[in-house]
């Protein structure tokens, strides 16, 4: 490294052209980055892979939510528990009161002490402890639906407007503040946008494909008869349709993950080989595969 040297790291990953069981391929540069734990030297890396077959596996579509961070519509949920275990939690907590007591008690405008910094980079490394646990969840958990479906259809969200602070104005303060920065938390934590470009790589490494649906009223909507009725959502868990000719009650999150999948459904280009194999039995029609269509 330039003005330091030799640098001795250990080895997580093989690279293309050094380790014995990396790809072909070669490096293309290199940067050391400083994290709350440590040093780490990231690679660029140049590799030589082969176009992917078309993904033949089924559709699915996801719900992104904060009760169960995943909902797919085959009925199934991936979650996850706390990021820190209930001894770094309650760690956490009582340095980030030692930090605000040791604020207090600085002068304004002062350098920090040597105490504050030292509480500052405890913080850091435990919260970079839940960041790193996070990411190793969410990358197993996009393998794994990446291997499994071929097409995956998820909602094309704003997270930033959905995490935009309820304070208002003096004029005008807003309703519910403590609630809505819970609730902006909790997305904050979820990390949806990075949920859905670790899928939409993944997909395409394998020959999926990633479609976003538009948002509106999919939550609203029961899957079953496609009508919008006053009522049916009756808790944040459950949906009751309150269709008399439908009646269909399940997981609210299951529902909308079908209502995403229908709509990705049809939104879908038919000339992606193994698109025949989204249109799952119980909404056979004219659509379940290009076949058909052709037939018609």
């Known amino acids: 490294m330039p003005m ?19 790809p072909t391929g070669r490096i293309t540069g290199a940067r050391l980055v400083k994290e709350a734990n440590g040093w780490h030297i990231v690679f660029r890396t140049e590799s030589v892979v082969d176009e992917p077959a078309p993904h033949m596996g089924p559709g699915v ?8 961070p995943l909902a797919l519509s085959d009925g199934t949920f991936r979650e996850h528990g706390d990021w820190l275990k209930p001894k770094e939690a309650d760690r956490l907590r009582r340095l980030e009161r030692t930090r605000e007591r040791q604020k207090r008690h600085s002068k304004r405008g002062a350098c920090a002490s040597n105490r504050l ?7 850091a490394a435990l919260r970079a402890r839940a960041t790193r646990r996070a990411v190793n969840w969410q990358h197993e958990t996009t393998t794994g639906i990446a291997d ?9 969200l704003s ?3 959905m995490v935009t602070s309820a304070k208002g104005t003096v004029e005008e ?65 459950k949906f009751v349709c309150q269709n008399p000719r439908c009646c269909w009650s399940g997981n609210a999150d299951t529902n909308g993950a079908c209502n995403i999948e229908i709509a990705a459904k049809h939104q879908a280009p038919q ?9 799952l039995s119980r909404w056979a029609g004219d659509e379940t595969s290009t076949t058909q269509r052709a037939a018609h």
């Open 271 to 279: 000339d992606i080989a193994g698109a025949r194999t989204w249109s």
């Open 61 to 68: 579509g996801i719900d992104l939510g904060v009760s169960k």
């Open 148 to 156: 499994r479906f071929g097409l995956v259809g998820v909602e094309a």
């Open 117 to 123: 910094n030292r509480t500052n980079r405890r913080i």
């Open 173 to 237: 303060p807003g309703k519910n503040v403590r609630q809505k920065a819970g609730l902006n938390r909790s997305i904050s934590g979820e990390a949806w946008g990075r949920t859905v470009t670790m899928l939409e790589y993944k997909l395409a490494d394998r020959g999926g494909r990633l479609i976003k649906v538009p948002a509106p009223n999919t939550s609203l909507r029961c899957h079953a008869c496609g009508l919008i009725t006053k009522g049916s959502r009756e808790t944040q868990s």
């Open 4 to 22: 330091v040297g030799l640098v001795r790291f250990r080895w997580t990953k093989d690279l293309p052209g050094v380790t014995r069981s990396g």
């Open 159 to 161: 997270i930033t407007n």
